[in-house]
């Protein structure tokens, strides 16, 4: 909850490359239900807040279908992100 969205860092890398996130998708498992909120930038919307909220501890949050611009305008698919909230 102390970020405030997803950010793409290429670490060793020989380049200074910078990708910026453009979208992604926050989902768990509330209650029993798949929930998904969607962001259109590299910022956590307020839903995907409230969705984190809801998720109890110990239970898996997702950040999936990130898409990130290179320096070439291009967008990439990401790989997906999962942790295990305390």
Partial sequence: MAQQGVKAE???????????????TVS??????????????ATF?????????KVGTGRKLYIEDIKARGP????????TI???LK
């Fill in 10 to 24: 290429l670490e060793n890398f020989d380049f200074d490359l910078t990708f910026n996130i453009v979208g992604f």
């Fill in 28 to 41: 768990a498992t509330v209650q029993g239900y798949e929930e998904e909120q969607k962001s259109n930038s």
């Fill in 45 to 53: 919307t307020a839903a995907q807040k409230d969705l984190m909220k």
């Fill in 72 to 79: 070439d305008g291009q967008v990439r698919d990401l790989s």
């Fill in 82 to 84: 999962s942790f295990k």
